[in-house]
């Protein structure tokens, strides 16, 4: 079973590679058109994916607050709830 400091780790991960991996396939289409016009579709496809690294970028803000609320309460590597 896994600690909520290693599932929060790995939620944190996947936002990271969700981001990055929508900004390069952006950069990448955007790239592969920047001596031509770029069709309405891939320019749809192109805003759609930075969308996605705004939203991976956003979860993972929201994770962090979410980190520090539940750290104040639970000690992260045992699940338990702390003293004091």
């Known amino acids: 079973m896994s600690t909520i400091r290693e599932l929060f780790h790995d939620i944190?991960?996947?936002?990271?590679?969700?981001?990055?991996?929508?900004?390069?396939?952006?950069?990448?289409l955007r790239d592969k058109f920047k001596?031509?016009?770029?069709?309405?579709?891939?320019?749809k496809t192109i805003k759609r994916l930075a969308d996605i690294e705004r939203?991976?970028?956003e979860?993972?803000?929201?994770?962090?607050?979410?980190?520090?609320?539940?750290y104040d309460i639970l000690d992260p590597d045992t699940g338990k709830p702390k003293k004091g």
């Open 35 to 43: 001596n031509t016009a770029v069709p309405p579709e891939i320019e």
């Open 59 to 70: 979860a993972g803000s929201a994770q962090n607050q979410l980190n520090d609320i539940i």
């Open 55 to 57: 939203y991976a970028t």
């Open 12 to 28: 944190g991960n996947s936002h990271n590679k969700i981001s990055v991996a929508a900004g390069i396939t952006g950069a990448e």
